[in-house]
């Protein structure tokens, strides 16, 4: 497949929806609202740094689609969190939810900032500052942010109360806060946690042994630190893991529990001694089974796909394959698990503590992760039913399931 000109992130998930809609034969008035988004926001967010001078940051809040639920999406701190990348990931989150069968729509937020630069008290009255400006658009049955890429159960945490000034105390406001604030035991682990389940089932269909499978982990945040750790339990071997400054290489595999300790304690995966140093461009080439992105997005391109050795990746970061290169893997016989399916499990476990919230009872820990994998097994089945039935690929398969979800919803409630 080749692309003439350079696709925005919100026109490349757009091409994966368009694919499902032809399929689909979806009508031309349903698949222009299924398309666009329903409502964008974008805001400034003055902040006044700790050496008394503001500084204006743009922030924005785009809801994609409402028609099986309350949006749902994450917010996410980062320099490129512009209204493009905001859009794409909304648009993911409405087919997501729907492949996932829950009762919500999409929805992502975000500032673009660089979070590592700000003081915490620069971060929170960011934060606090960006919640009122969006405030109005939210509702615990109407719009629900949760953490993402750069932000954290503390900035959720300071979202509630930034909310909670207003409105009254609302915990349901937002997921992914503190367990002493309302949060659900597992959402921390949660995306990881649904990495691992869907290998799991993956490694049935796909003849691999789990106990034998050596995994390159790209990214040591949140999920790929959870994904790394899991996996290892399962008797995976991680070969890599990498972070934003360099990885760690050791073929006979690494001490995972070891190197999460290390990265906790605020140290670079570069500077564990267990392995050797590689760079990122050059870990995502290894000679592996399993490939897991697990940090940001387009980091397999038509330029690096070409030297993929996994015979699996599966997208635990949203959108890290580019359209073209998703086609040059998918030609070279590679399975590629789609990220509306792979990183599910965070907004699965947010379903879960909105509606311990809701109800104002919490599950333990031992429910939630059972509840977590029943939603995992049953979307992969689905899909890779589809898969086998109809000769397509995993993210074909994801995205017809989720796609005709929503239509079908917007055609019962008569949108069109």
């Known amino acids: 497949m080749t692309i003439t000109k350079k696709l925005t992130p919100f026109e490349e998930v757009n091409l994966f929806f368009d694919r499902a809609a032809d399929r689909l034969q979806l009508p031309d008035g349903c698949r222009e609202m299924l398309r666009r988004p329903w409502r964008e926001l974008g805001v400034q967010v003055p902040v006044r740094m700790d050496d008394g001078r503001i500084e204006v940051f743009n922030g924005y809040r785009v809801q994609h689609n409402g028609a099986r639920g309350p949006y749902k999406g994450g917010v996410r701190f980062h320099p490129q969190a512009d209204q493009e990348e905001i859009r794409a990931l909304a648009s993911l989150m409405t087919w997501k939810t729907a492949l996932m069968g829950l009762p919500f729509g999409g929805a992502k937020g975000g500032v673009q900032c660089d979070p590592r630069q700000l003081s915490e008290g620069e971060l929170n009255r960011l934060t606090r500052r960006y919640t009122l400006n969006i405030e109005h658009l939210l509702g ?17 945490a300071w979202m509630m109360d930034a909310y909670g ?15 002493e604030l309302g949060g659900s035991l597992g959402r921390e682990s949660a995306t990881g946690r649904g990495v691992a ?24 945040g949140n999920v790929g630190s959870w994904t790394a750790r899991l996996l290892h339990e399962n008797g995976c071997r991680i070969i890599a893991v990498s972070d934003v ?13 070891r190197l999460v300790e290390h990265k906790m304690a605020g140290n670079s995966v570069t500077e564990f001694r267990e392995g050797d140093s590689i ?3 050059e870990l995502l080439e290894l000679e592996c089974d399993v490939l897991i992105p697990a940090a940001i997005d387009n980091v397999i391109t038509d330029k690096n796909a070409p030297q993929v050795k996994a015979r699996v990746v599966m997208e635990a970061a949203n959108h890290p394959i580019t359209v073209e290169a998703d086609s040059i893997l998918n030609d070279r016989g590679i399975v590629v698990l789609p990220d ?12 879960f503590e909105w509606t311990q919230n809701l109800q104002e009872f919490r599950w ?14 049953r979307a992969y089945r689905a899909v890779h039913e589809k898969v086998t039935s109809e000769g397509i690929n995993y993210r074909q398969a994801a995205f017809e399931i ?12 008569g949108f069109v």
Do not use: F, W
């Open 340 to 351: 509306i399916l792979v990183n599910a499990g965070g907004v699965t476990v947010s379903y």
């Open 140 to 156: 615990t049955n109407r719009d629900i942010p949760a953490p993402d890429l750069g932000t954290n159960s503390q900035t959720m």
């Open 279 to 281: 760079g990122n461009a």
């Open 402 to 413: 989720g796609v005709q979800r929503v239509a079908q919803a917007v055609n019962l409630r």
């Open 165 to 179: 000034q207003l409105h009254g105390h609302s915990p349901a406001i937002v997921t992914g806060k503190p367990v």
């Open 245 to 257: 400054r360099g990885g760690i290489y050791n073929p006979r595999g690494l001490d995972v529990p």
């Open 364 to 377: 333990e820990e031992d429910r939630v992760n059972e509840e977590l994998r029943k939603v995992m097994v």
């Open 197 to 220: 389940y869907i290998l799991e089932e993956a490694a049935k269909n796909l003849r691999l042994n789990l106990q034998s499978l050596r995994v390159v982990v790209q990214g040591c």
